[in-house]
């Protein structure tokens, strides 16, 4: 366990996307909040870019929005 | 005018990989729901020959799990039109083998008595995202993270805007999104 995760109750990884990527093939990050909109856009950055990890989530909640956003919390299996 | 929808499985990270995906007895369930509500399905050449070298074969030979069994024989007897350049024939029962994508092609399908017309290949979902003529998008989100493979949206050029309309969780972990297309042209014919 690393220090920041002894000292907080929750640690809330806002981002950027490489960030993200590290925390998770370390195997740091225990939840994953994933928004989607609904939109098709063909190109920008990915949220999982080159993780080249594998990893099975346990799906804890989903939350639809009025406005077409769909929140999907995960628990990241250790 | 029955409605073209896209159905397809992709993981959490947006890759189409069928040996990463959950097929337990109610999504088997869902999808015979859904191939019960169709009477034409639309792949590409890859997809439909991975489909093509499995189901046939468990209609011969049931499995004995009886949602995977249903399913097999609903697949089997559906109308496919399958897209290919390269394909010379095509073996299954009830198939189609086509060259060209042509929009007025599937415009004229549409326009035809039925049910729910499903196209489920990622380069086939994109080229006629492209041509805006998806009427629906159901996008079966996987509780997995794979890291690399196929991208379901590579090759979207232009931005695409939906209007999600329902979703659904499965005891898996599996989340199905429906999306439905907010292009005007596409649904002003029949509404």
């Known amino acids: 366990m690393t220090p920041y995760k002894l000292l907080a109750s929750n640690v809330w990884l806002v981002g950027g996307a490489k960030l993200t990527k590290d925390l998770i093939r370390l195997n740091l990050a225990d939840e994953i909040r994933q928004s989607i909109l609904p939109i098709m856009l063909g190109d920008g950055i990915s949220f999982f870019d080159q993780i080249e990890k594998e990893q099975a989530l346990h799906l804890k909640n989903v939350t639809a929005y009025k406005n077409g956003m769909v929140e999907l919390c995960y628990e990241i299996k250790k | 005018m029955r409605k073209l929808i896209a159905a397809i499985n992709m993981t959490l990270d947006g890759f189409c990989n069928h040996t990463a995906m ?22 590409g050449r890859i997809t439909y020959q991975l489909m093509e070298s499995y189901w046939p074969s468990v209609v011969k030979n049931p499995t004995g799990n009886k949602p995977m069994d249903d399913f097999a024989v609903l697949i089997d007897n559906i109308s496919k039109i399958v897209f290919s350049r390269t394909l010379k024939n095509v073996n299954w029962k009830n198939t189609e083998l086509k060259k060209e994508i042509i929009k007025e092609e599937i415009l004229e399908l549409k326009h035809q008595a039925g049910k729910n017309i499903f196209v489920g290949s990622p380069s086939l979902i994109v080229a006629l995202a492209q041509l805006d003529i998806i009427d629906e998008y159901q996008l079966a989100v996987q509780p997995t993270i794979l890291g690399t493979g196929l991208p379901l949206f590579k090759n979207i050029r232009d931005r695409v805007d939906l209007k999600l309309l329902k979703t659904k969780t499965f005891g898996c972990g599996a989340v199905a999104l429906y999306y439905e297309s907010t292009k005007e042209c596409v649904h002003h014919e029949n509404r």
């Open chain 2, 22 to 43: 959950i097929a337990d007895d109610e999504i088997h369930q869902h999808y015979n729901e859904l191939l019960s509500n169709a009477d034409t399905l639309i792949y």
